[in-house]
């Protein structure tokens, strides 16, 4: 590796190889169940958070590689190995890759460089660093707060504690020091030339590339990071990126990358009313005829604002619907009533927007009848597309203190996943059981796709060759959605 720093997106599970393994070639194969792995290889999106992070590190002088597993077939023990000659490797660290990180760090160990994790997890879960044994990790935004460390450990400027989101394992003892928000966004574009691949691609749109207008969201649903951090951090402060910033970057993708569709990945698109009006404006006042998509809440909707998306080439907007009794939208900090739910999808079909939504099963005190309320809410609303996901714990959120209470989480939840010690942390509320919870998910996929309203409703939306071609590709996503030989997370791989 010639290059001062490896960033790495970090894949879910690994394939074995012991060829220059220390710890055990069984720490790394495909069929371990401990691990989730991606919903499908259909859906996969460029880890931007990291591109940003790149670009910052490039614009100080450093040279930078990056490295996302997701897209190739490197064992953790051949990675480990190929970053051999950098200074620095950093990794992205979340829930869902909790234990594959804690392997592919045992990989990495005395190999020369530094390992330093940063992302959601340990910006919420600092003690994480000292738990996988590494020296140092970042909570926070890590343009800044990742560049200052690199330039302490490559070229001896500055002192890592004076970092702010600096977070420091001294023998057991952790040190850390609050994070600082990013202000001006415009500052940290994505850069796109770290990561390309064609795996990079969502199936009703084939390949894509990825747009960041803003950082944050005010909300706190009670399942979400939001509601664990504080109040003033990255993941409830919004923030944006100017109008004219974002448009400029986006045209300069599509000239340079021809990219056949571009995905706004803002956690909530439409918080700020005044700068989606402004977006859609500019993009048409620029001539950009491209498609893109979005997600947002529902109660953040209108006809205008729906109406000037569409007109500025917007494809498809997903909504956080996550139930279809509204009682458990509410507990969770989502009040919006069911008629509500049901115009937004009627006013995107008009609009000719496709919309697509999630459902979530496993809400506290949630019944087996109610998570059949939902599917059927959505089988008469006829949304595009659905998302069924089982209800899975995050660390020090108001849902995982409430498992706690009940019985069903211990507080060293996640430390003990990491270890291999348990399964993935997922919630089931009552008596229903895990693979209750499972059977009810595949149930859905099948009630919700593989029907004659479905098929009929989708063969509406093809308008040429190549719709047929990504609608088809979605249609075998779901089939492997739905295999019952395989439990829910681990889909998607051969």
């Not at 990291?50 to 614009?59: D, E, F, Q, T, V």
């Not at 620029?286 to 569409?310: C, H, N, P, Q, Y």
């Not at 499972?438 to 719709?467: E, L, M, N, T, W």
């Amino acid at each position: 590796m010639r290059s001062d720093i490896v960033l790495i997106n970090p894949s879910y599970i690994y394939p074995s190889d012991d060829k220059y393994s220390k710890v055990g070639a069984d720490d790394g194969i495909y069929s371990d169940a401990l691990v989730m792995d991606l919903p499908s290889l259909e859906f996969l999106y460029p880890p931007v958070g990291l591109l940003a992070i790149a670009g910052a590190l490039k614009r100080d002088g450093f040279t930078v590689e990056g490295i996302d597993s997701n897209t190739r077939k490197d064992s953790m023990a051949k990675l480990a190995k190929q970053c051999e000659g950098a200074k620095v490797v950093g990794i992205t660290l979340l829930v869902a890759n909790l234990r594959s990180v804690y392997q592919l760090v045992k990989y990495m160990k005395g190999r020369g460089y530094e390992v330093v994790v940063g992302g959601a997890y340990p910006s919420i879960t600092p003690e994480v660093v000292s738990q996988l044994g590494l020296k140092y990790g970042i909570s926070g935004e890590g343009e800044i707060a990742f560049t200052r460390l690199c330039r302490a450990l490559i070229r001896g400027e500055g002192k890592p504690e004076d970092i702010p989101g600096i977070i420091i394992n001294n023998d057991g003892e952790l040190y850390t020091k609050p994070p600082e928000l990013l202000e001006n966004l415009n500052d940290w574009l994505p850069d796109r030339d770290l990561m390309r691949s064609e795996n990079y691609k969502l199936p009703f749109a084939g390949g894509l590339d990825v747009a960041l207008a803003s950082r944050g969201c005010p909300y706190s649903c009670t399942f979400c990071y939001c509601s664990s951090a504080p109040r003033g951090s990255m993941f409830t402060t919004s923030r944006w990126v100017d109008v004219d910033v974002v448009v400029g970057d986006i045209k300069n993708t599509l000239n340079k990358y021809n990219s056949n569709y571009i995905e706004m990945i803002d956690e909530t698109f439409t918080v700020s009313r005044k700068f989606v009006l402004e977006f859609c404006q500019a993009v048409k006042d620029e001539g950009l005829k491209f498609k893109w998509g979005a997600k947002t809440r529902m109660d953040l909707v209108d006809e205008e604002i729906l109406s000037a998306m569409k007109e500025a080439g917007c494809k498809k907007i997903g909504f956080g619907l996550e139930s279809g009794v509204y009682d458990h939208r509410l507990a969770m900090k989502k009040d919006f009533s069911n008629d509500h739910a049901s115009w937004v999808f009627d006013t995107t079909r008009r609009l000719g927007l496709e919309s697509g939504c999630t459902v979530i099963f496993g809400h506290p005190n949630e019944t087996r009848a109610e998570m059949q309320q939902s599917v059927d809410f959505v089988i008469d609303s006829s949304p595009d597309y659905v998302e069924f996901h089982v209800m899975v714990l995050i660390p020090k959120t108001n849902l995982f203190y409430a498992a706690i209470k009940e019985g069903k989480a211990t507080p060293d939840l996640f430390e003990r996943f990491m270890r291999g010690e348990i399964t993935y942390p997922e919630y089931a509320p009552g008596d229903i059981t895990a693979k209750e919870m499972r059977d009810i998910h595949k149930s859905a996929i099948r009630q919700f796709y593989f029907r004659p309203g479905y098929v009929a409703q989708a063969v509406r939306r093809v308008r040429s060759a190549d719709d047929f071609y990504q609608y088809g590709k979605t249609a075998l996503s779901l089939l492997k959605m739905s295999d019952i030989k395989r439990p829910s997370w681990m889909l998607g791989r051969t």
